[in-house]
């Protein structure tokens, strides 16, 4: 009985561990590792196991990092079941066949680029094919109803605030003669008085642990602030006249920051600039959050009722962009505006287009609003690139470059703490492993964790193994 560590150790992306219990396989999450493309599309094409041998999977959550790369599971040739939330399942469906969308339309317009370089093409990593017969392998598991993805394993869903469906996984592992093995995997954490959606929940009593430690290494900003700096950043943009790119992934952080951007309106500080969500994929969320009135939290749900038009994430001057065409007029707007599209870690997509007409204006305004990975187009503008490469041509980066702070739907360092010794304190918990991080903030964690006597703590490496019931 083991755990085997295959995505999101010692970096973010890519969240995969592999359960193996009594004979059966377990796959925890099979998400996109983003970083280096040549890398990234090598990692993610070139599984570290056989699909075949997986007997099912356990999805957290449904963000890219997360759920991105089951398609090519089951290109590989796996057969089995896919079980996450209601929510999860709903999201997936526009999740994983915009992602496909993407892989495709990415490679077409880089292949007609290398075609006239006399460059070998490229083929997708997977197409929307590969996505509709993943869709047909999930099944909706109610939050904590419990069920055996494989024989002598039950698995319970618990709140876990980070997006809408979001889970920590508890799996209970029977053995004969012996009392179970209780195993619980975090997913990513949400944060406590997070706008929108409820707080994440504790699994107790467990045995070991595998915890995301994304910011492990720093405390955030109070939410307040973060509405008081976008007001801040969009007053600016309207006074320069000039444009304000977001790049937020679609499912999350574009609610929340729609949502801010609602509040601003509400109270009428909102200057009379347009905003334009151009992303066909966080326009289908919307109906999906719709769908999904128990899974929010009190204050949103309380706005619900007494706005006018019913709805947080929806005001006067948000215009929602779906056609390529529209999306394209965008560029050509001479009037100050806001327009919000993805992906968050400016990898892929709409965004890139409108990097590549912008970021060498110095009247733009590039608000990053989440974590950035290693190698990636967002981390490179973080760091303060003087220039950068856009679908493979060199663009000097005249644009401001901001990060929105204390927007982030991770749990801080304090919050990872007080929710590792709710854990804990049952004292149970055997081994905890840090993941989805780097391994700097992963060290100073594991450092704060043992001085709150939690312990022993491991970083795991790519490929590692952790025993249980040792």
Request: charged share 25%; hydrophobic share 40%; with cysteine.
């Amino acid at each position: 009985m083991q755990v085997q560590f295959w995505g999101a150790a010692q970096t973010i992306t890519g969240s995969m561990h592999l359960v193996e219990y009594e004979g059966k396989r377990v796959l925890l999450d099979c998400g996109l590792y983003q970083g280096r493309r040549k890398e990234a599309f090598n990692r993610n094409r070139d599984l570290p196991f056989d699909a075949r041998s997986i007997d099912a999977v356990l999805l957290s959550h449904a963000h890219i990092d997360h759920s991105g790369n089951l398609p090519s599971l089951i290109r590989h040739g796996f057969k089995g079941r896919i079980y996450t939330t209601p929510p999860t399942k709903s999201l997936a469906v526009h999740m994983l066949l915009d992602s496909a969308q993407i892989q495709e339309s990415d490679v077409k317009y880089v292949n007609k680029k290398r075609k006239q370089k006399q460059q070998s093409l490229f083929d997708p990593l997977y197409v929307q094919e590969d996505a509709v017969r993943t869709l047909n392998r999930m099944v909706g598991i109610d939050f904590a109803e419990p069920f055996q993805p494989v024989p002598g394993m039950t698995c319970r869903f618990h709140v876990a605030g980070h997006m809408l469906g979001a889970a920590h996984v508890e799996l209970t592992m029977s053995q004969n003669g012996h009392p179970p093995i209780r195993l619980a995997f975090s997913g990513d954490i949400g944060r406590k008085g997070a706008p929108i959606l409820k707080d994440p929940t504790v699994v107790e009593g467990v045995d070991y642990l595998i915890m995301e430690a994304t910011y492990g290494n720093r405390k955030h900003p109070e939410w307040i602030d973060a509405e008081k700096e976008l007001h801040r950043v969009v007053q600016e943009t309207w006074d320069n006249r000039g444009k304000l790119i977001v790049p937020a992934f679609s499912v999350g952080r574009t609610q929340e920051i729609i949502y801010r951007l609602n509040n601003l309106k509400e109270a009428g500080k909102l200057p009379p600039l347009k905003v334009f969500l151009d992303s066909p994929l966080a326009i289908d969320a919307h109906t999906v959050f719709q769908q999904y009135f128990d899974q929010f939290d009190d204050t949103f749900a309380k706005q619900i009722l007494s706005e006018e038009d019913e709805d947080p994430l929806d005001f006067h001057d948000l215009y929602l962009v779906r056609k390529v065409q529209h999306s394209m007029a965008l560029n050509k707007l001479q009037e100050p505006c806001i327009i919000i599209s993805a992906s968050g870690m400016c990898e892929s997509g709409r965004i890139l287009h409108h990097l590549k007409q912008h970021i060498s204006n110095p009247t733009t305004t590039v608000l990053l609003t989440g974590y950035q990975a290693p190698y990636t187009l967002g981390r490179r503008l973080e760091e303060g690139a003087a220039e950068v490469n856009i679908f493979g041509d060199p663009y000097k980066v005249r644009a401001k470059i901001l990060k929105l702070q204390g927007s982030s739907g991770h749990a801080d360092q304090p919050e990872l703490i007080e929710w590792a010794s709710n854990v804990a304190a049952a004292g149970n918990l055997k081994k905890v492993a840090l993941v989805h991080c780097e391994l700097e903030n992963a060290q100073v964690l594991s450092e704060k964790l043992l001085t709150n006597d939690i312990r022993p703590v491991i970083i795991p490496d790519r490929g590692e193994t952790m025993p249980l019931a040792e």
